[in-house]
């Protein structure tokens, strides 16, 4: 009932930027947290950056300086900003939502990917 959506994704030259959105739609009741991840060719997926509503942020090592991690609550929306672009930022990059459903319970949810690839 839940669904991420991405959009931002593409093709960019070293020292470019890119902007990533995620749009959370279906039923819940509150987002707890939004955050980025990414997965390069060959490798493991990491932590990009996230933001709770109340506030706490965390970037990975590997962006931090470059990338910036927003959201806008009333659109249950969030954005990457990512400058100075290195080819080593080549990834898919999924969208996460942690949720609370009716009742309390909570859930982890997954956007599809997008792929961001940086090359001349």
């Known amino acids: 009932q839940v669904q991420l959506v991405e959009s931002g994704g593409g093709l960019v030259q070293p020292g470019g930027s890119l902007r990533l959105s995620c749009v959370v739609s279906?039923?819940?009741?509150?987002?707890?947290?939004m955050g980025w991840y990414r997965q390069p060719p060959g490798g493991q997926r990491e932590l990009v950056a996230y933001?709770?509503?109340?506030?706490?942020?965390d970037y990975g090592n590997s962006v931090k300086g470059r990338f910036i991690i927003s959201r806008d609550h009333a659109k249950n929306a969030a954005y990457l900003q990512m400058n100075s672009l290195k080819p080593g930022d080549t990834a898919v990059y999924f969208c996460?939502?942690?949720?609370?459903?009716?009742?309390?319970?909570?859930?982890?949810?997954w956007g599809q990917g997008t792929q961001v690839t940086v090359s001349s």
């Open positions: 996460k939502a942690d949720v609370e459903a009716v009742g309390g319970y909570g859930y982890e949810y």
């Open positions: 279906g039923s819940f009741t509150l987002i707890n947290r």
């Open positions: 933001l709770t509503t109340g506030g706490k942020i």
